[in-house]
């Protein structure tokens, strides 16, 4: 996670730099980065070792970060997944989603789920798990790259050429798996496929025994807000089914939209 910009709107005088230190402190731990060390967070935020030394002592008295075992390097705490869950609980998204993703399972003995994009990410916000044999890493609040998931080229069929321009300015893509697209040209003709079929389906585009079928959930102003999918095991999959999973996927994620005040008309 990068350092999150201040938005201009807000007068530089009402930031109380603290906090912002604090916060900003925070958006360094990230997947690839579960422990940092005080003298790693001086580099990075470019402050003196006594900042950073009382800033970490702050945190980790709120809660929102830990000691690891060494004591020297620290990580998340619980304080922070509190609030990230107290944050996805209030989602009107996610109260109204979450009973017909668990109707959804039970109708299709499978896993669903419910994500939103962030940037180039999607961010899994409900999830409902299903008796398999298949191993996943995703959970509730799992970051995945769009453009390499299923889920995430549904959110991206939302947008015009100038924003994935922006979102994506590089033709090359990174490639997580042999089904991911590696170029922004292919990707483009993924997605034009999507928005014709109204879903997306593909096997083994992030996790490689997974095939997924995702839609769009669109709210009243008529946009993509978030994608509904189905999880299957690749090697399970019975093509006599593919049709009537699809669309109770479909159909479910038609209703979510409902009550989100959707209209076809849009």
Do not use: W
């Not at 100038?162 to 922004?184: A, C, F, H, N």
């Not at 399970?236 to 209209?263: C, F, K, M, P």
């Amino acid at each position: 996670m990068n350092d999150a910009a201040i938005s201009e709107d807000i007068p530089e005088r009402y930031i109380v730099p603290g906090l912002e230190r604090g916060l900003r402190l925070l958006s360094h731990f990230s997947r690839q980065n579960r422990t940092l060390s005080a003298p790693e967070f001086a580099r990075k935020m470019g402050l003196p070792r006594s900042t950073v030394f009382r800033l970490l002592t702050t945190l980790e008295a709120l809660g929102f970060i830990e000691r690891t075992e060494g004591g020297r390097s620290y990580r998340l705490g619980m304080a922070v997944l509190s609030l990230g869950f107290e944050y996805l609980a209030s989602l009107e998204l996610t109260e109204l989603g979450s009973p017909l993703l668990q109707r959804l399972r039970d109708e299709i003995g499978y896993s669903c789920n419910l994500v939103v994009r962030d940037g180039r990410s999607i961010v899994y916000v409900a999830k409902v798990s299903a008796p398999t044999l298949f191993p996943s890493a995703v959970n509730l609040g799992t970051r995945l790259p769009a453009h390499a998931t299923v889920l995430g080229r549904v959110m991206l069929t939302d947008l015009d050429q100038r924003e994935m321009g922006e979102l994506y300015p590089d033709e090359e893509l990174e490639v997580y798996s042999p089904s991911t697209p590696s170029t922004l040209t292919a990707l483009y003709g993924l997605l034009a496929q999507d928005r014709t079929n109204g879903y997306a389906m593909g096997a083994g585009f992030y996790e490689p025994s997974i095939t997924s079928i995702a839609t769009p959930v669109r709210d009243h102003t008529g946009r993509v807000v978030a994608a509904l999918g189905a999880a299957l095991p690749s090697s399970r999959v019975e093509q006599s089914r593919v049709s009537e999973l699809i669309g109770r996927v479909r159909g479910t994620a038609d209703e979510l939209s409902r009550l989100l005040n959707y209209s076809p008309s849009h």
